[in-house]
């Protein structure tokens, strides 16, 4: 069973978004749902700290792509740090990394 610890920091109108486990179509629906509340509370400014992710299929891209388009529209971003694996292959291969405001990749 895939598993999705979502940890949440709020500034005034930013939040830092820790990811550990699996991002998959089971759990993508979780992370919306915290980032849509996060949005709805003024919160337009959000990093996710990726380190901790050990899997993202396309429903968690997904859900990520979808945010970054919220936000934008509301004169916000959307920020990947810690990128690896999965994610950063996937970001890679679909060029999708070009749609976020910025992707930073784990150090090694």
């Known amino acids: 069973m895939a598993d999705l610890n979502v940890?949440?920091?709020?500034?005034?109108?930013?939040?830092?978004?820790?990811?550990?486990g699996d991002l998959d179509k089971l759990t993508a629906p979780q992370l919306r749902e915290c980032l849509v509340r996060l949005l709805a509370e003024g919160r337009v400014r959000v990093v996710i700290d990726t380190r901790e992710l050990e899997f993202?299929?396309?429903?968690?891209l997904w859900a990520l792509v979808e945010?970054?388009?919220?936000?934008?529209?509301?004169a916000g971003?959307?920020?990947?740090v810690g990128v690896h694996g999965v994610l950063q292959r996937v970001l890679d291969v679909t060029g999708l990394k070009a749609a976020f405001d910025d992707v930073l990749r784990a150090e090694l």
């Open 67 to 74: 945010h970054q388009r919220r936000v934008a529209a509301q």
């Open 77 to 80: 971003s959307l920020r990947l």
């Open 7 to 20: 940890e949440v920091e709020r500034g005034d109108t930013a939040a830092l978004v820790r990811l550990d």
């Open 56 to 60: 993202c299929d396309s429903s968690g």
